[in-house]
């Protein structure tokens, strides 16, 4: 299925979760935010949120500076 991430185009299995794209984009353990379809998806539901065909997600990467 595909879907877009961060204004670009992606292909995905079906079934695929938000853990999963994190995983997938090498992201895991860092601070990020993830907004599916303008929700804001909470990090203790990324295993449970099964993205669909179609979904526009926004990861952001939060970043400390002084």
């Known amino acids: 299925m595909e879907i877009i991430v961060n204004g670009q185009s992606q292909s995905v299995p079906e079934g695929f ?6 995983e997938q984009m090498g992201l ?6 993830m907004e599916v379809n303008l ?8 295993d449970a949120h099964a993205l669909s065909s179609g979904d526009k997600i926004e990861i952001v990467h939060a970043v400390g500076g002084g």
């Open 39 to 46: 929700e804001i998806v909470p990090r203790s539901t990324y």
């Open 28 to 33: 895991g353990g860092r601070r990020i935010a």
């Open 17 to 22: 979760t938000a853990a999963q794209l994190v």
